[in-house]
């Protein structure tokens, strides 16, 4: 037995709520618990009842070896190795995503740069979905929210794992209390996935939009990615998926989804987990990002940048000024038509290379892309 399976530091770490979790989602049933120190929990397999005695005491001086007990049943059942057992409950408070490059090809490794784009574009896939619960829109250009950025900076990344180039990304989740002698299906009854906290949401919903972007792209449905934007589709999504599908290889990315036992989904939610993505898919997400990114107006955005022109009739109580914007991911050139007093300030900063920021819509108008019903307008570092 390898030193890892029988270090007591590691199974020290698993807490009875993520092993009976790990056991609750893998169809044990709770049988009886036996005071505070331990549940007894039994299975059905090959038609014999197997009863394991999960320890509910950290304090056991024999804690340790009684999860390895229960640990090397569950090996024993599940026909794998014990330290992958471990590594599965030590992860049971967390929702994972699972994206696998070269998927079935001998690679431990990708260049540096593409190692670097895998792990960005799988950030902008999360936050963007992220964003999408809060204000779904076909693009996202500025900043996130608070709360966005809150549960990014949350996220963990895992051991990458041989065979394939694979990076698992974790996201805590809490505990859902739950009465272990509750019914299934009052259980049902009693739970909403919209009542869920924002980071399973975020997981939640790419599950959903995964397989109604691959479907919209393998049919070259450009309504149907429109039509889902009420339901988080947008373009910066589109580019992430496609990004990742790009960098994995000839046959394009596979991405799987694992719930954390700690917080179990329900049937009836119809949440789907293994997605296969291929390189013609990606091309075409690349052209319904494009397309996405004219869509619409982007309500309440904000600007932030170096003034580069200024217009203005002499006869005109407001002039247009042309403003290299660089709060999104990439630059871009925004107009503003503002009024005389604001105008004289925008010439001013471009004088003296201050940049201005400004809050409002913007809205594509003669292939240009404006910024209307402005509001906030200053000159950052102004005396």
């Known amino acids: 037995m390898k030193s890892f399976e029988i270090n007591t530091d590691i199974l020290s770490k698993i807490l009875p709520l993520y092993l009976t979790s790990y056991l609750d989602a893998n169809n044990w049933k709770f049988v009886s618990k036996y005071e505070d120190i331990a549940s007894v929990w039994q299975k059905c397999d090959d038609n014999v009842t197997i009863k394991v005695i999960a320890p509910s005491d950290t304090k056991l001086a024999d804690y340790a070896n009684r999860i390895l007990d229960v640990i090397k049943v569950l090996s024993g059942i599940e026909k794998r190795p014990i330290e992958n057992i471990i590594t599965d409950i030590l ?55 608070k709360e966005v950025e809150d549960f990014i900076s949350g996220l963990k990344m895992g051991h990458t794992e ?105 049937p009836y939610w119809h949440l789907e987990t293994n997605f296969s993505i291929r390189q013609d898919t990606a091309d075409v997400l690349t052209e319904a990002a494009q397309r996405l990114r004219t869509l619409a107006p982007e309500k309440d955005s904000e600007i932030m940048g170096y003034v580069v022109k200024c217009e203005k009739n002499e006869t005109a109580n407001q002039g247009e000024i042309k403003v290299n914007d660089t709060l999104g991911d990439k630059s871009r050139a925004i107009y503003l038509i503002l009024n005389d007093s604001e105008y004289k300030r925008a010439v001013e900063a471009h004088r003296d290379g201050l940049m201005i920021t400004a809050k409002g819509d913007i809205e594509k108008q003669a292939k240009k892309q404006m910024l209307v019903n402005i509001r906030d307008f200053e000159i950052l570092n102004e005396d």
């Open 91 to 145: 992860r049971a408070n967390a929702d994972t995503i699972r994206i696998t490059a070269y998927k079935g090809k001998p690679i431990n490794s990708l260049p540096l740069y593409d190692a670097s784009n895998l792990l960005k574009s799988s950030l902008d896939m999360i936050a963007s979905v992220a964003q999408s619960i809060i204000n779904p829109r076909p693009y996202f250009c500025s900043r996130y929210s």
């Open 162 to 266: 041989q065979g394939s180039f694979i990076v698992n990304i974790f996201s805590k989740t809490d505990p859902r209390l739950q009465n272990l002698f509750t019914p299934l299906e009052k259980e049902q009854e009693l739970l909403n996935k919209d009542d869920e906290p924002l980071g399973r949401k975020t997981i939640m919903r790419i599950s959903q939009l995964l397989p109604l972007a691959i479907n919209a792209a393998n049919n070259r449905d450009e309504q149907m990615f429109m039509n889902s934007i009420k339901d988080g589709m947008s373009a910066n999504f589109c580019e992430s998926i496609s990004e990742i599908t790009k960098i994995c290889g000839d046959e394009g990315a596979n991405i799987d989804i694992s719930w954390a036992p700690v917080r179990p989904v329900m």
